[in-house]
């Protein structure tokens, strides 16, 4: 689609592909070198801040607070969720060297995180006076998709509504 062009299908007739112009047009994304990856342009990226800005008031006003958990999860963190973790397999990237030298254990980057997350809740959370542990993490999951939908987690399977 060039940029002088509309929206050349009719969301009834193809929502996929009509969502897709939508997005092209309004400068949202674009589609990265990288398969199942996009870029978040500016245009986008301005309507993620102010969500992220109201967001971020309304929890704080809950006395919720920001950290930031680590993006490599060790496979073992994983296999404790084995149940929840065996549907991230397919979709896992993973690391196995590391400055040069093959890794003792594998390392996820962060299809999920609330196995990492939990394993700092028990170091944190020793009794109730530790509760209620309010946190919000804003980050990436890398998940790895065979094709590329702007802003919606998707598999070949999946079709839009």
């Not at 990226?45 to 971020?56: F, G, L, S, T």
């Not at 973790?85 to 690391?95: D, L, N, S, T």
């Amino acid at each position: 689609m060039s940029e002088k062009e509309g929206i050349t299908v009719k969301k009834s007739e193809n929502f996929s592909e009509w969502y897709t112009q939508v997005v092209q047009k309004a400068d949202l994304a674009d589609y990265a070198p990288v398969q199942g990856c996009m870029v978040i342009k500016p245009n986008g990226y301005a309507i993620w801040e102010n969500i992220m800005r109201i967001m971020d008031q309304d929890f704080k006003k809950q006395g919720v607070k920001n950290a930031y958990f680590p993006l490599f999860i060790p496979e073992s963190f994983l296999k404790k969720e084995a149940e929840h973790f065996q549907g991230f397999v397919p979709e896992c990237a993973w690391v196995t060297i590391g400055g040069g030298k093959e890794l003792g254990e594998r390392l996820a980057i962060r299809p999920t995180s609330e196995t990492i997350i939990y394993s700092m809740f028990s170091k944190w959370i020793r009794s109730w006076r530790d509760l209620p542990l309010k946190i919000n993490q804003w980050c990436n999951i890398v998940r790895w998709e065979s094709s590329t939908k702007f802003f919606v987690r998707t598999t070949d399977d999946d079709e839009y509504p």
